[in-house]
Nanobody
Framework: QVQLVESGGGLVQAGGSLRLSCAASGRTFSIYPMAWFRQAPGKEREFVAAISSWSGGSTYYADSVKGRFTISRDNAQNTVYLQMNSLKPEDTGVYYC???????????????????WGQGTQVTVSS
């Protein structure tokens, strides 16, 4: 079955950087779009970034992270990354990796587009 394992979270000061990784297993990685979501305490899970299948030629970002975060994928390593720069306290939350049920070339930006989720990794940004 599909397994997603996130890593790379931690505590960082505002203005700092972190790189999250999500290792996928259980099926052919390259043909599925991937996404990152996050959930802050007391808030609903929200979309952060998504990347299309294959070469990842299409990427999408939430307005709140545009210009600061970069999503990428390494199909040889079955891994998707989220490089986070210029972090702000409001970026604090649990970050989840997710993938689609079916191979597709388009990219969804809602949680309903991604039925498979990792366990999450905590990111805390101090002011």
């Amino acid at each position: 079955q599909v397994q997603l394992v996130e890593s790379g979270g931690g505590l960082v000061q505002a203005g700092g950087s972190l790189r999250l990784s999500c290792a996928a297993s259980g099926r052919t990685f390259s043909i599925y779009p991937m996404a990152w979501f996050r959930q802050a305490p007391g808030k609903e899970r929200e979309f952060v970034a998504a990347i299309s299948s294959w070469s990842g030629g299409s990427t999408y970002y939430a307005d709140s992270v545009k210009g600061r975060f970069t999503i990428s994928r390494d199909n040889a390593q079955n891994t998707v990354y989220l490089q986070m720069n210029s972090l702000k306290p409001e970026d604090t939350g649990v970050y989840y990796c997710a993938t689609a049920r079916w191979p597709r070339t388009d990219v969804g930006v809602t949680a309903n587009d991604y039925p498979y989720w990792g366990q999450g990794t905590q990111v805390t940004v101090s002011s």
